[in-house]
């Protein structure tokens, strides 16, 4: 069996696309791999392809997957040297990573103090600012719990309530209307509490049509720290990530430099080891640090596509104790990327999450073009899980030949059995704006007409009907029903 | 199969005066049919908009298979009775396809007198139920009706053949196994309460079908009770209380579709087989019907000539072609199905009506089925046809049309008087169907005949008495008689009293046959069978 | 009856008429195309539709149909008529059910203001030595719950009510 430094088996704590991304780096590497997975997942690709998998259960198949000391047992149980997260669940829980370092394994990540730090976005935000480097202005509760809401209304329109423990996008709220300040933030509390079991807050001066903009940066046990350039995630829909793509078609190269600069600033200054993503708001000219996301991000394959590097491959090889091996101008950005995420959500219904089976699930192929899917032909998708269902991620040779790609693999990518975003991220990269880079975080909302399908031409429904028509037995069958004579008399009468 | 050779001039002064004239008639035609089926009353069609029932017409569309053909019969039943109040005698029926059946439709029009059984009425249902028996159709009713037409009960009560037959046929239809379904779209009182109870299936809709032997005022006039539509007979009642009724439907187009599938579940039977190919249009334009019969009734035209325009590709197989030249015998083909024809080209003597005799047995033999194409005056009448034989002849041809098992269809083109109408398998003879063209005349004799004859006797009388008439006298016994005739004799007349299935443009038939013939064959053909030919 | 099919809550009606060789005709919208489909491989067809080529991949989930075509997906549901026309004129949405029989009741498991789906028990009756469980016809709220354990009820006695169905 092959081996990088001591890691001869990796578990794989998490579930869907991502479990299967990693795995297939795992097994690149000549590793073994364990998986863990609750029943719901019984048949899902990941499973069918690790080494060994094992039953996870809980009170909901979430809380399986969040239930540390069973991943910590099945670690033990399988020998498993490393653990790797992968992203939401437990990749951001210092608890957890202590106890895996407790346990003598390796955990995948950043070590659990630079965890700590980084995932309570008030001390991050001090630490950050503390450095010296650019935040938004703000009012952090902790400060002076009686003063918050003052404090707040001081910043003055328009704000963002944030959650101390939130992340993902989750529990954040707008407020523009000053006279709804006390009552926002009351909720924001709860949700707070109820979300992530932490109702402190903090409210931020909110950037207008802001761009989200992101660094990915890997640093080694070592000391070294590169960055691998920036990604654009401005297209969100309650803040939730829709299109990412490097290059960011609003950064002029002097920008590009500054941001990228003060991302690996920040890291170094926080001893940062393995994969990490700095997130930065840029609006009118200026960016502000947003929080720092201490594991490997949804969208790792956008830089990926652009460097030609393996993001689960520098962690494996940095938690084994290797150093990067090469410096910053080693890394450099060719053509463009676009990632789509494909939910299983109706744009017309408000974006709810669907259900149903997967029925068919042929993705488009080529060149350029690759998907990242955790999902099967015949598996059961249910409300028990995150609903994205893949990944679609383009690289071009600029950023219209990429924008060309994405629109006709989308085509191609035929998901049938629930409603899907599928049809509304094509609409979506159509746009004027979108073609033109000119995008931002409230975009989406601003165009709620793209949500649901234009109505589809009179030829389109009768191809439509047609098939519906040809595809239902009984339809075919009352057709053939009547006598030859009678279809060729036709609807005639005397 | 030879193409028959048309020798008519269509460029002729006399085509296009015939074509003129008959394509006038067929415009009438299908004016007259308009008017009899959409033209009502606005307060009729506003009470059954109030009380959220469909028109008659619409119920029938949405019962039948889309895209399909309908051979309606009579529509213009009692369009010369009752003073033209009551067109189609308040029925619609025909020959439909439903769920790929070949089915007999009879509907009550409650848009004419509220769907009320006027003696005509009856004529026309019986009439629909002897042709279900006849040719083992099943049949979908539609009931929606006031009930009988009380002021004229003698007309339609007690004889045999009256409303009580209804109820006959319907029972008989049950016991051949040939199954029927009602839908209560409307009130089924008294007799029609039985329509309902004796056909297989039926279907009643909440809040407007209601059966009932009585309704409420007869049930208070007859024992004081007071009780409502719905409790004494409604949908909810019936079907859940006394089973008389299979399926509640909470609207009309909900009763349709329940319909439609209790009628995919019937048996489909094997249907008889008989000689076909694979059909072919006439080689001549049907529309050239039009201009072959002359403007003037009594004035001859070879026959061929409309047959060649309703054959498949006009071709045609003459049987004896030199032999009792009066009467064309042959074989051709409707619609694929091989048929027997025989048509009169002038009045049948012996020799054409042995040949009709012989020609007729032939194909009972060979399963072939006899259309014929009446054009009919009679039997040649003197001594030295008697002395040969005409009338044994006649009576030969007779036996053998009554005998005939293959099922018979009868067109009347132009004319069907006297004793050539029975030789000619007139209604009497039970054709499965029997259509009229526009200008075809039904009587006992000729018009001008008849009025010959009676002006004839009346002078002869009056000679008796010493007395004679001056030509207006005589004038005036005559055109009365000469009106009646006309008037009594005209296709109009005789679809009126429904002695027809409906009166055809004649560029219809085609299609018209080929759908009865089709709908025939649903019942078996028994072996021939004849009684004694006076040799 | 024309076919009814769904898309995105819109009805449309049409129907198909057999052709004498292989193929149909669609009837829709007033007008009529010759149509056919023919099996590629797996869920991949061919729709021939008029002079027109289209390759879809279809895939059926009971009545609903998913349809890949030209690089949009639909979603088509088939109503059969019987369910269809019965549906819309409110056959099924009564608000109260009663007693089948005379009997007693052993339980009531909803309570007023209880949210149900249909299927979902709402008490369970006894009559005749023999327990049943009545069960919601439709979704929806229950409103009143008449009866209560141990109370005996005649036949058609009302049992349960679920708040109206507010019509759109």
């Given at each position: 069996?092959t081996?990088?430094?001591?890691?001869k088996?990796v578990?794989?704590?998490?579930?869907g696309?991502?479990?299967?991304?990693?795995?297939g780096?795992?097994?690149?590497l000549?590793l073994?791999?364990?998986?863990?997975?609750?029943?719901?997942?019984?048949?899902?690709?990941?499973?069918?392809?690790?080494?060994?998998?094992?039953?996870?259960?809980?009170?909901?198949?979430?809380?399986?997957?969040?239930d540390?000391?069973?991943?910590?047992?099945?670690a033990?149980?399988?020998?498993?040297?490393?653990?790797h997260?992968?992203?939401?669940?437990?990749?951001?829980?210092?608890?957890?990573?202590?106890?895996?370092?407790?346990?003598?394994?390796?955990?995948?990540?950043?070590?659990p103090?630079?965890i700590?730090?980084?995932?309570?976005?008030?001390?991050?935000r001090?630490?950050?600012?503390?450095?010296?480097f650019?935040?938004?202005?703000?009012?952090?509760?902790?400060?002076?719990?009686?003063?918050?809401?003052?404090?707040?209304?001081?910043l003055?329109?328009?704000l963002?309530?944030?959650?101390?423990?939130?992340?993902?996008?989750?529990?954040?709220?707008?407020v523009?209307?000053?006279?709804?300040?006390?009552?926002?933030?009351?909720r924001?509390?709860?949700?707070?509490?109820?979300?992530?079991?932490?109702?402190?807050?903090?409210?931020?001066?909110?950037?207008?049509?802001?761009r989200?903009?992101?660094?990915?940066?890997?640093?080694?046990?070592?000391?070294?720290i590169?960055?691998l350039?920036?990604r654009?995630c401005?297209?969100?829909?309650?803040?939730?990530?829709?299109?990412?793509?490097?290059?960011?078609?609003?950064?002029?190269?002097?920008?590009?430099t500054?941001?990228?600069?003060?991302?690996?600033?920040?890291?170094?200054?926080?001893?940062?080891?393995?994969?990490?993503?700095?997130?930065?708001?840029?609006?009118g000219?200026?960016?502000?640090?947003?929080?720092?996301?201490?594991?490997?991000?949804?969208?790792?394959?956008?830089?990926e596509?652009?460097?030609?590097l393996?993001?689960?491959?520098?962690?494996?090889?940095?938690a084994?104790?290797?150093?990067?091996?090469?410096?910053?101008?080693a890394?450099?950005?060719?053509?463009?990327?676009?990632?789509?995420?494909?939910?299983?959500?109706?744009?017309?219904?408000?974006?709810?999450p669907?259900?149903?089976?997967?029925?068919?699930?042929?993705?488009?192929?080529?060149?350029?073009v690759?998907?990242?899917?955790?999902?099967?032909?015949?598996?059961?998708?249910?409300?028990?899980?995150?609903?994205?269902?893949?990944?679609?991620?383009?690289?071009?040779?600029?950023?219209n030949?990429?924008?060309?790609?994405?629109?006709?693999?989308l085509r191609?990518?035929?998901?049938?059995?629930?409603?899907?975003?599928?049809?509304?991220?094509?609409?979506l990269?159509?746009?004027?704006?979108?073609?033109?880079?000119?995008?931002?975080t409230?975009?989406?909302?601003?165009?709620?007409?793209?949500?649901?399908?234009?109505?589809?031409?009179e030829?389109?429904?009768?191809?439509?009907?047609?098939?519906a028509a040809?595809?239902?037995r009984?339809?075919?069958d009352?057709?053939?029903?009547v006598?030859?004579?009678?279809?060729?008399?036709?609807?005639?009468?005397n | 199969?030879r193409?028959l050779?048309?020798?008519?001039?269509?460029?002729?002064?006399?085509?296009?005066?015939?074509?003129?004239?008959?394509?006038?008639?067929?415009?009438?035609?299908?004016?007259r049919?308009?008017k009899a089926?959409?033209?009502?009353?606005?307060?009729?069609?506003?009470?059954?908009?109030?009380?959220?029932?469909?028109?008659?017409?619409?119920?029938?569309e949405?019962?039948?298979?889309?895209?399909?053909?309908?051979?309606?019969?009579?529509?213009?039943?009692?369009n010369?009775?009752?003073?033209?109040?009551?067109p189609?005698?308040?029925?619609?029926t025909?020959?439909?396809i439903v769920?790929?059946?070949?089915?007999?439709?009879?509907?009550?029009?409650?848009?004419?007198?509220?769907?009320?059984?006027?003696p005509?009425?009856v004529?026309?249902?019986?009439?629909?139920?002897?042709?279900?028996?006849?040719?083992?159709?099943?049949v979908?009713?539609?009931?929606?009706?006031?009930?009988?037409?009380?002021?004229?009960?003698?007309?339609?009560?007690?004889?045999?053949?009256?409303?009580?037959?209804?109820?006959?046929?319907q029972?008989?239809?049950?016991?051949?196994?040939?199954?029927?379904?009602?839908?209560v779209m409307?009130?089924c009182?008294?007799?029609?309460?039985?329509?309902?109870?004796?056909?297989?299936?039926?279907v009643?809709?909440?809040g407007?079908?209601?059966?009932?032997?009585?309704?409420?005022?007869?049930?208070?006039?007859?024992?004081?009770?007071?009780?409502?539509?719905?409790?004494?007979?409604?949908?909810e009642?019936?079907?859940s209380?006394?089973?008389?009724?299979?399926?509640?439907?909470?609207?009309?187009?909900?009763?349709i579709?329940?319909?439609?599938?209790?009628?995919e579940?019937?048996?489909r039977?094997?249907k008889t087989?008989?000689?076909?190919?694979?059909p072919?249009?006439?080689?001549?334009?049907?529309?050239?019907?039009y201009?072959?019969?002359?403007?003037?009734?009594?004035?001859?035209?070879?026959?061929?000539?409309?047959?060649?325009?309703?054959v498949?590709?006009?071709?045609?197989?003459?049987?004896?072609?030199?032999?009792?030249?009066s009467?064309v015998?042959?074989?051709?083909?409707?619609?694929?199905?091989q048929?027997?024809?025989?048509?009169?080209?002038?009045?049948?003597?012996?020799d054409?009506?042995?040949?009709?005799?012989?020609?007729?047995?032939?194909?009972?033999?060979?399963?072939?089925?006899?259309?014929?194409?009446?054009?009919?005056?009679?039997?040649?009448?003197?001594r030295?046809?008697?002395r040969?034989g005409?009338?044994?002849?006649?009576?030969?041809?007779?036996?053998?049309?009554?005998?005939?098992?293959?099922?018979k269809?009868?067109?009347?083109?132009?004319?069907?008087?006297?004793?050539?109408?029975?030789g000619?398998?007139?209604?009497a003879?039970?054709?499965?169907?029997?259509?009229?063209?526009?200008q075809?005349?039904?009587?006992?004799?000729?018009?001008?005949?008849?009025?010959?004859?009676?002006?004839?006797?009346?002078?002869r009388?009056l000679?008796?008495e010493?007395?004679?008439?001056?030509?207006?006298?005589?004038?005036?016994?005559?055109?009365?008689?000469?009106?009646?005739?006309?008037?009594q004799s005209?296709?109009?007349?005789?679809?009126?009293?429904?002695?027809?299935?409906?009166?055809?443009?004649p560029?219809?038939t085609?299609?018209?046959l080929?759908?009865?013939?089709?709908?025939?064959l649903n019942?078996?053909?028994?072996?021939p069978?004849?009684?004694?030919?006076?040799? | 009856?024309?076919?009814?099919?769904?898309i995105?809550?819109v009805?449309?009606?049409?129907?198909l008429?057999?052709r004498?060789?292989?193929?149909f005709?669609?009837?829709?919208?007033?007008?009529?195309?010759?149509i056919?489909?023919?099996?590629?491989?797996?869920?991949?067809?061919?729709?021939?539709?008029?002079?027109?080529?289209?390759?879809?991949?279809?895939?059926?989930?009971?009545?609903?149909?998913?349809?890949?075509?030209?690089?949009?997906?639909?979603?088509?549901?088939?109503?059969?008529?019987v369910?269809?026309?019965?549906?819309?004129?409110?056959?099924?949405?009564?608000?109260c059910?009663?007693?089948?029989?005379?009997?007693?009741?052993?339980?009531?498991?909803?309570?007023?203001?209880?949210?149900?789906?249909r299927?979902d028990?709402?008490?369970?009756?006894?009559s005749?030595?023999?327990?049943?469980?009545?069960?919601?016809?439709?979704?929806?709220?229950?409103?009143?719950?008449?009866?209560e354990?141990?109370?005996?009820?005649?036949?058609?006695?009302?049992?349960?009510?679920?708040?109206?169905v507010?019509k759109?």
């Amino acid at each position: 069996m092959t081996a990088l430094g001591s890691i001869k088996t990796v578990l794989v704590a998490n579930r869907g696309e991502i479990a299967l991304r990693i795995l297939g780096t795992v097994k690149s590497l000549g590793l073994r791999s364990v998986i863990i997975y609750h029943a719901l997942d019984s048949d899902s690709p990941a499973v069918s392809m690790a080494d060994e998998a094992v039953e996870i259960t809980g009170p909901t198949p979430v809380a399986a997957y969040l239930d540390g000391e069973q991943v910590l047992a099945v670690a033990r149980k399988s020998g498993a040297q490393a653990i790797h997260p992968g992203y939401g669940f437990l990749s951001e829980n210092a608890d957890f990573a202590r106890k895996v370092e407790d346990a003598g394994l390796i955990f995948i990540g950043p070590s659990p103090e630079t965890i700590e730090l980084l995932g309570d976005k008030i001390r991050a935000r001090a630490f950050v600012a503390a450095q010296g480097f650019p935040v938004a202005p703000s009012a952090i509760e902790d400060e002076d719990p009686t003063s918050f809401n003052e404090r707040a209304r001081a910043l003055g329109p328009p704000l963002l309530i944030k959650p101390a423990a939130g992340g993902g996008g989750k529990g954040m709220h707008i407020v523009r209307d000053m006279a709804l300040l006390d009552e926002t933030i009351t909720r924001a509390r709860s949700e707070g509490q109820r979300y992530f079991g932490d109702g402190r807050l903090y409210a931020e001066r909110y950037v207008e049509r802001p761009r989200h903009i992101e660094v990915q940066v890997l640093g080694d046990a070592h000391g070294n720290i590169v960055h691998l350039f920036e990604r654009e995630c401005s297209l969100q829909r309650r803040f939730q990530k829709v299109v990412e793509e490097s290059p960011s078609p609003a950064l002029t190269p002097e920008l590009r430099t500054r941001i990228c600069d003060v991302a690996v600033g920040i890291a170094k200054t926080a001893g940062y080891r393995n994969a990490g993503t700095v997130e930065f708001i840029y609006g009118g000219g200026a960016f502000y640090f947003l929080e720092m996301n201490t594991r490997l991000q949804v969208e790792h394959r956008v830089t990926e596509a652009v460097t030609g590097l393996d993001l689960v491959r520098e962690q494996l090889r940095i938690a084994a104790g290797e150093p990067l091996g090469y410096g910053q101008d080693a890394i450099a950005v060719s053509g463009h990327a676009i990632e789509l995420r494909i939910y299983a959500e109706d744009p017309a219904r408000d974006f709810l999450p669907t259900t149903g089976h997967v029925l068919v699930f042929d993705v488009p192929c080529g060149e350029g073009v690759r998907v990242d899917a955790g999902i099967r032909v015949g598996q059961n998708i249910t409300a028990a899980f995150d609903p994205m269902l893949a990944k679609l991620i383009v690289h071009g040779a600029d950023r219209n030949d990429a924008i060309e790609k994405a629109r006709a693999a989308l085509r191609q990518f035929v998901l049938l059995g629930f409603p899907t975003n599928i049809g509304f991220l094509n609409r979506l990269i159509a746009t004027e704006e979108f073609r033109s880079g000119e995008v931002h975080t409230g975009l989406i909302g601003e165009k709620p007409d793209i949500a649901a399908p234009p109505v589809p031409s009179e030829d389109k429904l009768r191809a439509v009907l047609a098939i519906a028509a040809l595809s239902t037995r009984s339809v075919v069958d009352a057709a053939k029903r009547v006598p030859a004579l009678h279809v060729s008399l036709g609807a005639w009468r005397n | 199969m030879r193409r028959l050779e048309s020798r008519i001039n269509t460029r002729s002064q006399e085509f296009q005066t015939n074509s003129v004239h008959h394509r006038g008639l067929a415009a009438e035609l299908k004016e007259r049919q308009q008017k009899a089926r959409h033209d009502r009353p606005q307060r009729d069609t506003d009470r059954l908009a109030r009380q959220n029932k469909l028109l008659a017409r619409a119920r029938l569309e949405h019962l039948l298979d889309p895209g399909t053909p309908f051979l309606e019969f009579s529509s213009l039943a009692a369009n010369m009775a009752y003073n033209g109040e009551v067109p189609g005698a308040g029925q619609i029926t025909g020959i439909g396809i439903v769920s790929g059946r070949e089915v007999v439709v009879h509907a009550d029009d409650a848009s004419v007198k509220g769907g009320a059984w006027y003696p005509l009425s009856v004529k026309k249902i019986v009439r629909a139920l002897d042709i279900a028996i006849e040719n083992r159709l099943p049949v979908v009713h539609l009931c929606d009706s006031a009930g009988g037409f009380l002021p004229l009960q003698a007309e339609f009560f007690a004889d045999r053949y009256y409303a009580g037959r209804i109820f006959r046929n319907q029972s008989i239809l049950s016991k051949m196994g040939v199954p029927q379904m009602a839908l209560v779209m409307g009130h089924c009182t008294a007799g029609g309460a039985y329509v309902p109870a004796l056909s297989d299936y039926n279907v009643i809709v909440r809040g407007t079908g209601a059966i009932f032997l009585g309704g409420p005022p007869l049930v208070k006039a007859a024992t004081g009770e007071e009780v409502t539509v719905e409790d004494l007979g409604g949908a909810e009642m019936h079907t859940s209380v006394s089973g008389t009724a299979d399926y509640p439907a909470s609207s009309e187009l909900h009763a349709i579709a329940i319909a439609r599938e209790i009628v995919e579940r019937f048996e489909r039977r094997q249907k008889t087989v008989i000689d076909w190919a694979e059909p072919e249009a006439p080689l001549y334009d049907p529309q050239e019907l039009y201009g072959i019969i002359p403007k003037d009734q009594r004035t001859s035209f070879d026959m061929r000539e409309i047959i060649a325009r309703i054959v498949d590709g006009s071709r045609f197989h003459e049987y004896q072609p030199d032999f009792g030249t009066s009467l064309v015998c042959g074989y051709a083909r409707v619609h694929g199905y091989q048929v027997g024809i025989l048509a009169n080209n002038g009045v049948l003597f012996s020799d054409s009506a042995l040949k009709g005799t012989h020609f007729i047995q032939l194909c009972d033999k060979n399963r072939t089925p006899l259309v014929f194409l009446q054009n009919i005056t009679g039997f040649m009448v003197g001594r030295e046809y008697e002395r040969r034989g005409i009338t044994k002849d006649g009576a030969k041809m007779i036996m053998a049309v009554s005998g005939a098992s293959v099922p018979k269809f009868t067109i009347n083109c132009n004319g069907s008087f006297g004793a050539g109408t029975y030789g000619m398998s007139g209604r009497a003879f039970d054709p499965r169907f029997l259509f009229s063209w526009p200008q075809s005349q039904i009587s006992v004799m000729g018009a001008e005949q008849a009025a010959n004859v009676l002006t004839d006797i009346k002078l002869r009388q009056l000679a008796r008495e010493g007395r004679t008439l001056a030509d207006d006298e005589i004038a005036a016994i005559r055109e009365p008689v000469l009106a009646d005739y006309r008037r009594q004799s005209s296709a109009y007349y005789a679809t009126s009293e429904v002695w027809d299935d409906g009166v055809l443009d004649p560029v219809d038939t085609r299609n018209a046959l080929g759908i009865a013939i089709s709908a025939s064959l649903n019942a078996p053909i028994e072996s021939p069978n004849y009684g004694v030919f006076r040799m | 009856m024309a076919e009814i099919f769904k898309i995105d809550d819109v009805d449309h009606s049409l129907w198909l008429t057999a052709r004498s060789t292989d193929g149909f005709r669609l009837h829709w919208n007033g007008s009529q195309i010759d149509i056919e489909l023919l099996s590629l491989q797996g869920f991949r067809h061919q729709l021939r539709i008029g002079a027109e080529t289209h390759e879809a991949v279809i895939a059926a989930f009971g009545d609903r149909l998913h349809i890949h075509l030209d690089g949009e997906i639909y979603e088509v549901d088939y109503a059969d008529p019987v369910s269809h026309y019965a549906r819309t004129l409110g056959e099924e949405n009564a608000d109260c059910v009663r007693a089948p029989m005379p009997g007693t009741v052993v339980s009531c498991v909803a309570r007023a203001g209880d949210a149900v789906v249909r299927g979902d028990a709402l008490i369970v009756i006894e009559s005749m030595k023999l327990e049943t469980s009545i069960k919601a016809w439709r979704s929806g709220t229950v409103e009143t719950v008449h009866v209560e354990a141990g109370c005996a009820f005649e036949r058609d006695a009302l049992l349960v009510t679920l708040a109206p169905v507010r019509k759109a």
